[in-house]
């Protein structure tokens, strides 16, 4: 009788370690969501500014949108003056690699790297097209 309660005993202290380690593991990939910067836990599918580039007149500003279940990623060309309304939308980019700047006109470099090997295109937008 005394060996069935401690074996009872036993059980009950294994039970509630292991409960206790499904815990920390919770906790820690909490933890390392937060800290890998997604909030909430969840990565945001809103557009975020990855570049801004000031003109004479306003500013031209380039975002990244993020893939989720029904849209492919992006990269968004947007100006000072209608932030919310893209330009110029380049599907399945999501790497702005370089820009360049010249006196009429906007040169990018953007990547896709959705694939099995990283896609590179030129780019090039008459800055005129954008008012």
């Not at 997604?38 to 801004?52: L, M």
């Not at 919310?84 to 690699?97: A, I, P």
């Amino acid at each position: 009788m005394e060996m069935t309660q401690e074996i009872k005993n036993g059980l009950n202290q294994d039970t509630i370690m292991h409960v206790g380690k499904n815990y920390i593991i919770l906790i820690s990939i909490f933890v390392l969501l937060l800290s890998a910067g997604c909030k909430d836990g969840f990565i945001s599918d809103k557009p975020y500014k990855i570049a801004e580039i000031p003109l004479d007149e306003g500013k031209i500003l380039i975002y990244k949108s993020p893939s989720n279940a029904t849209v492919q990623e992006s990269i968004q060309i947007r100006t000072s003056d209608d932030t919310v309304n893209s330009k110029r939308v380049f599907m399945r980019y999501d790497v702005l690699q370089e820009y360049k700047l010249t006196n009429d006109r906007l040169d990018l470099i953007l990547q896709d790297t959705s694939g099995f090997t990283v896609k590179t295109d030129t780019f090039s937008i008459e800055l005129q097209s954008l008012k």
